[in-house]
Every structure is written in C-alpha cells, then in structure tokens.
C-alpha cells in the first residue's frame, strides 16, 4: 500500500459519501444518473468475486463490503425510495448504458490476462468502470445548473483514479515485475473522460460561480 | 498484502 493509492481509495469513498449524503440528507437525487450508479454497481459486483475466497488484508476485506453495499443502496435509494425516487430526472438520463456493457464484455473476451471466468469478468469491470461515468457526464450537461454535491461527486470520482494513475507509476518503478498494461490503458481512458469536466470545475471554482457544463 | 497478480487493489 502506498500513499497514493489510499489517497486514491479515500477519495473514492470520499465521492461515494457524498452522493449518500445527498440522497439521505436532502432526499434527492436530482442531476444523478441512476444509469451510472447500475454500472458501477456492475463493476463492483463483477470485480469483487473472490471477496470471500481470496483474503488480502482487512483494509482490503472492508473497503470491496463498503463500495459494494453503496452502490447497490443508491440503486435501490433511486429506484425504490418513494421521495428520492421522485426526484430523478429520467427525462434527460437517457445514455443506453448497456451499449457499454456489450463492447465492454466482448473486449474483456478478447483482450484479457488469463481466459477463465474470473478473470474476463475481473477484466470486464475494469473496461466498464473505464466508461461507467459517460451517462452521468451527458446528464450533466443536459441538467442546466449543477448543483454542488452533484459537483463535488463527479470530482472526487474523477479524482480517486488520477491518483491510482500515480500509484501505478510509483508501483513500476518500485516493484520489479509490476506490469499491469491493461489496468493502466482502462484507467487512463477513464481519468481521460474527466478532463474537461476538471477544467470547468476549476474554473467555475476559481470565478466562483455556478458549474455549468457546454451541452 | 501480497499481490495476486494486481489484485490487491481495489
């Protein structure tokens, strides 16, 4: 462990508390995608098999049972919960994600590390966490005005793998035989997508003013 | 903990 990477994971958790916050405190959902949060609750149900087979650390253990119980309760918040539910904007959170789990799924077949069930649905979610935040960034754009924690949220996602992308440079460079190509193409194709989103940030921040995204 | 081919990571 290293300290980019628990940057990294803290900032995830970091997002994650956010959103929760949000959804329980405010009891809306408003500019969230709930087709974003069914994709990253696929990801970590199809990243985290072996969390009862394969035991690394308790640090580990926890972090895979909180990220898992989240997400799939921020699904269930904006499906089911009777207020929060009211206030998804499904007019405009329209991105057909499972176009993303398709090419996804066929490239984890093709391109993969070991050809075993495990690890092309291992593979498989590191591609779809690559694209998993494409729907909330067309949501955003759609929604007029974005409101703080909904910006704060897509930042600190945004973040938390700009930080493995750090980890994995010091990790080359530390660790003899560390190669991890396809961890790192996913990941920074997935830190790629938030660039703009980063530079109007900073700059709404920095002018101090609304974050507004160009549709 | 020791890697298992990268997935000690989250």
Same mark, same amino acid.
């Given at each position: 462990m290293n300290i980019f990477r628990l940057t990294g994971d803290l900032t995830h958790l970091m997002s994650i508390i956010v959103l929760l916050l949000k959804i329980h405190t405010i009891k809306s959902c408003a500019g969230i995608s709930l087709k974003t949060q069914e994709l990253y609750a696929l990801v970590f149900a199809t990243r985290y098999l072996d969390i009862f087979t394969t035991y690394i650390s308790l640090y580990n253990t926890v972090m895979k049972l909180i990220f898992l119980g989240t997400s799939f309760s921020i699904v269930w918040y904006m499906r089911r919960h009777k207020t929060v539910r009211l206030s998804y904007d499904k007019n405009n959170d329209t991105f057909r994600h499972y176009f993303l789990v398709l090419p996804?799924?066929?490239?984890? @077949?093709? $391109?993969n590390n070991r050809f075993t069930v495990r690890e092309v649905l291992w593979t498989f979610s590191l591609y779809l966490e690559a694209v998993a935040i494409i729907p909330q960034l067309v949501l955003l754009q759609r929604s007029k005005n974005v409101d703080n924690l909904t910006g704060n949220y897509v930042f600190f996602l945004g973040a938390y793998r700009g930080?493995? @992308?750090?980890?994995?440079?010091?990790?080359?460079?530390?660790e003899n035989h560390y190669r991890r190509w396809i961890t790192w193409m996913a990941g920074i194709v997935q830190t790629a997508l938030y660039v703009d989103f980063f530079y109007y940030y900073f700059k709404s921040w920095k002018n101090?003013?609304? @974050?507004? $995204?160009p549709a | 903990g020791r890697s298992h081919e990268g997935k000690d990571e989250l």
């Amino acid at each position: 462990m290293n300290i980019f990477r628990l940057t990294g994971d803290l900032t995830h958790l970091m997002s994650i508390i956010v959103l929760l916050l949000k959804i329980h405190t405010i009891k809306s959902c408003a500019g969230i995608s709930l087709k974003t949060q069914e994709l990253y609750a696929l990801v970590f149900a199809t990243r985290y098999l072996d969390i009862f087979t394969t035991y690394i650390s308790l640090y580990n253990t926890v972090m895979k049972l909180i990220f898992l119980g989240t997400s799939f309760s921020i699904v269930w918040y904006m499906r089911r919960h009777k207020t929060v539910r009211l206030s998804y904007d499904k007019n405009n959170d329209t991105f057909r994600h499972y176009f993303l789990v398709l090419p996804c799924f066929l490239l984890a @077949l093709v $391109l993969n590390n070991r050809f075993t069930v495990r690890e092309v649905l291992w593979t498989f979610s590191l591609y779809l966490e690559a694209v998993a935040i494409i729907p909330q960034l067309v949501l955003l754009q759609r929604s007029k005005n974005v409101d703080n924690l909904t910006g704060n949220y897509v930042f600190f996602l945004g973040a938390y793998r700009g930080f493995y @992308l750090i980890n994995w440079i010091y990790r080359y460079f530390t660790e003899n035989h560390y190669r991890r190509w396809i961890t790192w193409m996913a990941g920074i194709v997935q830190t790629a997508l938030y660039v703009d989103f980063f530079y109007y940030y900073f700059k709404s921040w920095k002018n101090n003013e609304k @974050l507004k $995204l160009p549709a | 903990g020791r890697s298992h081919e990268g997935k000690d990571e989250l």
